[in-house]
């Protein structure tokens, strides 16, 4: 098993351990509160019981996302469980309606507690409870990196405050202090009821294959735009399916690029996009060339005479390189820069200084006569495309030349060195 599924085995446990032991914790409160009239205490079992359905989910996700992506994928097991989650939604929302209702009623009659000790202490411990589980749940969420975990130990976090809260109320009840349960169980009630609504809407747009949102989609197109290769990003598609996001996106590659290394470079935006976003667990590409319209033409040359220049049979030990900005459209030159090369001295590695000194240079197209091998390679996995003229030209009409299509394109290197 590898760190990273090792890493999700445990976020796994994490969220299971506290979906589990909130779930006991609402019973409790649901069995006390009932049998001693205690409405607060029930209004607090629904909302942990939302709670304890929201990490269930994020459990149900890690264990997915655990999988193989060679395993054939159950899209039908995520729309269940958006299903599910659905009714369990309706059935919190409609309860969390009935509990607001019995607040209301609550206001006008006096709370007597029929066994004040048990309410006490199931709130006691319910406090303590979610102190050391927020604890626990946010400690295992940075370890694992699940921001679900995070989050579902923040809220965790809230309950200390709202279990202070009960426990107020549960004593002024206790000293007979009028409306305070009902008003609590009010207020609580509409807080469930919030998030009940909220998680069915979830349910709703997931099974609806809702986009996920802008803000994954921004991150997911500069991981893309990350990869060496890749132009530009013409279309993406995100949906929601389940805990999970599917996505397509439709990417240019440089012009050069073969049908291989772009098969290559798909493969790797894809592998890069599942790994950085763990909540996408399809994603494919589709590539097409990019065509640009300036390019920048290198070319090697001994003499300083712009496009006058004879190509030089010399490439990394050349006295100059013109780069000369061409618009393929018009077939025309646009600009003329002569580069001194200040390498052509180097004792080692000059192909390689070389190759660099002219991909920092923008370069798309090199032309020369002669190139070694470290100059070549060095240029090919930049993605310049490197041509070859046989006869004595001037810079001039080599670009002619290129701009007709006449030029031979260079599949190896034509020299070993240099
Ligand atoms: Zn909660």
């Known amino acids: ?71 054939k994928f159950p899209f039908g097991f995520y729309k269940a469980e958006n299903l ?69 130990g923040k809220e965790r976090r809230a309950h200390v405050l709202s279990g202070i809260a009960i426990l107020l109320v549960v004593f002024l009840s206790f000293y007979k202090v009028p409306y305070v349960e009902g008003l609590a169980v009010i207020f609580f009630s509409i807080l469930v009821f919030r998030d009940g609504i909220i998680s069915a809407k979830d349910s709703i747009f997931s099974l609806l294959d809702v986009s ?22 013409k279309e993406i598609k995100l949906r929601r399916s389940g805990p999970f996001i599917l996505g397509e996106a439709k990417i240019e590659v440089e012009e050069k690029t073969d049908v291989k290394k772009a098969h290559k470079i798909a493969d790797l935006v ?8 763990d909540e996408i667990i399809s994603f494919s590409i589709h590539f097409e ?48 820069v002569v580069k001194k090369n200040k390498f052509k001295e180097k004792k080692i590695r000059v192909g390689l200084t070389v190759g660099n000194f002219l991909v920092n240079q923008k370069v798309d197209i090199v032309i020369c006569k002669e190139i070694g091998g470290i100059a070549f390679n060095t240029l090919r996995s930049n993605f310049v495309e490197i041509f070859r003229i046989k006869k004595d030209l001037t810079i001039k009409e080599s ?20």
């Open 1 to 71: 098993m590898n760190m990273k599924e090792e890493r999700i085995k445990q976020g796994e446990k994490a969220a299971l351990v506290g979906a589990f032991s909130i779930i006991l914790l609402s019973i409790l409160e649901a069995l006390i509160g009932l049998f001693s009239s205690a409405l607060i205490l029930v209004s607090d079992a629904l909302h942990n019981l939302t709670d304890s359905l929201v990490l269930f989910a994020s459990w149900l996700g890690l264990r997915i996302s655990r999988r193989k992506p060679t395993e």
């Open 84 to 152: 599910i989650s659905l009714l369990i939604s309706i059935f919190i929302v409609y309860a969390a309606f009935e509990l607001l209702i019995e607040g209301y009623q609550r206001i006008f009659v006096l709370t007597e507690f029929k066994m004040p000790l048990e309410v006490f202490g199931i709130t006691i411990v319910s406090i303590i409870f979610s102190y050391f589980l927020a604890v626990y749940l946010i400690k295992k969420g940075k370890k694992v990196n699940s921001q679900a975990l995070i989050v579902n």
């Open 212 to 233: 996920p949102g802008k803000e994954i989609e921004k991150r997911v197109k500069k991981e893309i735009l990350s990869v060496k290769g890749v132009k530009r990003i």
């Open 270 to 277: 894809e592998e890069i996009v599942k790994e950085k976003f």
């Open 289 to 336: 060339p990019f065509e640009r319209r300036e390019i920048i033409i290198a070319i090697p040359t001994n003499e300083n005479k712009k496009l006058n220049s004879k190509v030089s049979k010399e490439f990394s030990r050349a006295n100059f390189f013109v780069l000369v900005k061409v618009d393929r459209k018009a077939k025309k030159v646009k600009k003329v």
């Open 399 to 418: 670009i002619e030349k290129f701009l007709k299509g006449k030029l031979e394109i260079v599949e190896k290197p034509t020299r070993k060195s240099g």
